[in-house]
């Protein structure tokens, strides 16, 4: 379709009446027998007045044929008969004579849309099969023809070099330009990617852009540029398009480039997808044939159809003695019933050369839309040395566990045949004492007092061990245990201690009832009571508070936190975890008796309860023993 109209009318007065409205416009025929076939025109206008109907049938007869062409008529009667004709055969707007004026703003808008029409054509015709560089090339040729400038551009970012343009596609004077790339700083791309929308120097690029030698070089003066957007809107790119003389950016021209940035930008989109498709696909073949595990390509029904070096190696067998065969025969294993549901992990083993290697499968099946097994990945990791050192670990761990039995019985049995010298000892020296002290001199005695105290602190320690010992022997079974009928029964034991020191033992809230070993946890509070009323600070009463309260820590089951406070001469914090090790104390056998035992004996007796015990101290300002224990 050409961009001119056409006009007919009979009388050459009234030709020259309409043609003085639109002087710009082509002398046309008078008479339809000269009606165009090709090029078609870009509107028809037709004079009703005095009109033949031999013209009027000939006018409808080609209108049947080229429905496409926008028609005006002239000068009609809205009740003549042939104006009615012309409407039921599709006419478009009608001018009486008052509105010839307006011919040429009716013209105009025709002949603007047919240029639009005729850029889409264009753009479909010469882009039509092409894709990628060619697509582009394609679509910046058809744009400098179509505006008629000199230069027109495609461009991308430079993905190294961000601050600088590539263009994917050029023309320039008639001829396509290979890629090259461009600074932006300084030049009116910079601003096109920068506002995101079409910027215009219609005139006066240069002298805005001084820095921007091609301009000068090739004395440019117009420049419009257009952002090119990938579907989330985001700017990835630019078309432009510059020229030797002013461009003005019309309405037609903005949507002319719309248009066409649309398309390239869509193109150049595609484009990036596809080089990170072959990137990634590059990457896992890549993968796949150099990766150290075992891979292989299942069907349906879980039949072989590729196998990566690594496999083919572990069996020993070349690619096509694979191809077909069912993944259980290759690995000697059951078959499996249902594809559709395969295994989440299967272990197997090869012979090789350095013995028998083991493998761990995990099976990833490839679904389709409507949810059948397109494939099977499955992925074979060699876990030969974790079964070895896993298997060893368990080895020492027997071993360990055998050693440490022996150990505890070795401890039990030697505590327990040394309490029987220690008492014969006490009892020749309580004997001695009573029978011979007159013929001892002082200093005898005092050797006997001191050998008395020794034998007493020994004996105490052998008691001490037996009992950390029994923590581990015990094999009573674990029952509900009443927290507060064991704080009234160890009250009970220490009440001697409690009246002496003048204590004062607060019960804060209730205690709760929790599964354990009644006599354990009974030892526990009472070394722990006992310390509170051993450590205490000189002159001050010791005060004594218990509390419980639920506590959960995050992903864990419940438990029962109880805290137990005393206001006795504390410790420094970084002995926190000390003073539970055996033997370990903070303060000599002069100021404070003990063995060191009596907290290694409770941190035991928690641990076996599946609970932690720990403790916070100031010194002179008491301290805290925490308990957490299972509900």
């Known amino acids: 379709m050409s961009a001119e109209c056409v006009l007919f009318a009979p009388h050459p007065a009234r030709h020259a009446l309409i043609r003085s409205y639109w002087p710009d416009s082509l002398a046309a025929p008078c008479t339809l027998s000269l009606l165009p076939e090709a090029p078609l025109p870009a509107c028809l206008l037709y004079d009703l007045h005095d009109s033949p109907m031999a013209d009027l049938q000939r006018l409808l007869d080609w209108r049947q044929h080229h429905p496409d062409v926008p028609l005006i008529l002239l000068g ?63 679509l910046v040729e058809a744009l400098a023809r179509l505006l008629q400038v000199d230069q027109a551009y495609a461009s991308t970012h430079d993905p190294v070099q961000p601050e600088w343009l590539c263009t994917v596609a050029g023309w320039r004077r008639g001829q396509p330009v290979p890629p090259v790339r461009y600074p932006l700083s300084g030049s009116p791309c910079e601003q096109v990617l920068r506002q995101g929308k079409l910027c215009c120097y219609p005139n006066d690029v240069q002298t805005c852009f001084p820095e921007d030698l091609m301009l000068q070089e090739d004395g440019l003066v117009g420049y419009i540029g257009y952002p090119l957007r990938d579907r989330q809107g985001q700017v990835i790119g630019l078309v432009n398009v510059l020229h030797q003389h002013p461009l003005h950016p019309s309405a037609q021209l903005r949507t002319i480039l719309r248009l066409f940035a649309a398309r390239a930008g869509t193109e150049l989109e595609r484009l990036r997808t596809a080089d990170q498709l072959q990137d990634t696909q590059g990457l896992l073949q890549h993968v796949y044939a150099h990766a150290p595990i075992l891979l292989c390509q299942l069907d349906p029904a879980g039949h072989v159809q590729q196998a990566n070096p690594a496999l083919e190696q ?265 003073i539970f090790k055996v033997f370990q104390r903070l303060h000599g056998r002069e100021q404070y008796e003990g063995t060191g035992i009596g907290l290694a004996i409770c941190k035991k007796i928690v641990e076996r309860h599946r609970g932690q015990i720990t403790a916070e101290g100031r010194p002179g300002a008491g301290a805290t023993f925490i308990l957490d224990l299972p509900a």
């Open 76 to 138: 009609a009667d809205l009740q003549h008969e042939a104006v009615l004709r012309l409407l039921q055969g599709g006419a478009g707007d009608i001018l009486q004579d008052p509105l010839l004026p307006a011919l040429p703003h009716y013209l105009h808008r025709i002949l603007q849309q047919a240029q639009l029409d005729a850029a889409i054509d264009t753009l479909l015709l010469e882009t039509a099969g092409l894709q990628g560089a060619d697509f582009l090339q394609a």
């Open 314 to 578: 572990a069996l020993g067998s070349a690619l096509p003695f694979l191809h077909g065969q069912p993944w259980h025969v290759l690995f000697q294993q059951p078959a499996i019933a249902d594809w559709q549901q395969p295994p989440q992990q299967l272990e197997t083993s090869l012979p090789a050369a350095s013995g028998k290697q083991t493998y761990s499968w995990v099976f990833a099946p490839r679904r389709t839309a409507e949810g059948s097994i397109r494939d099977i990945l499955a992925i074979g990791t060699d876990i030969t040395q974790r079964k070895q050192t896993e298997q060893a670990l368990r080895d020492k761990a027997t071993a360990l566990e055998a050693t440490n039995r022996e150990l505890e019985d070795f401890a039990f049995v030697a505590s327990h045949d040394l309490q029987e010298p220690l008492r014969k000892i006490l009892a020749y020296s309580d004997l001695l004492q009573q029978e011979c002290a007159a013929y001892l001199p002082d200093t005898g005695q005092q050797y006997l007092q001191l050998m008395n105290k020794a034998t007493q602190r020994l004996q105490q320690l052998i008691r001490d061990l037996l009992q950390l010992s029994r923590v581990t022997r015990s094999q009573r079974r674990f029952e509900a245990v009443s927290l507060a009928e064991v704080l009234e029964q160890v009250q009970q034991d220490l009440e001697i201690p409690l009246r002496d020191t003048q204590a004062r033992l607060q019960i804060e809230g209730s205690l709760p009832t929790l599964t354990g070993d009644p006599v354990q946890l009974q030892q526990v509070f009472l070394n722990l009571l006992s310390n509170a009323l051993k450590y205490t600070r000189p002159d001050v009463p010791p005060e004594i508070r218990i509390h419980a309260e639920p506590y959960r820590l995050p992903h864990r089951k419940p438990q029962w936190r109880i805290l137990i406070c005393d206001n006795g001469i504390g410790f420094e914090q970084q002995y926190a975890e000390r």
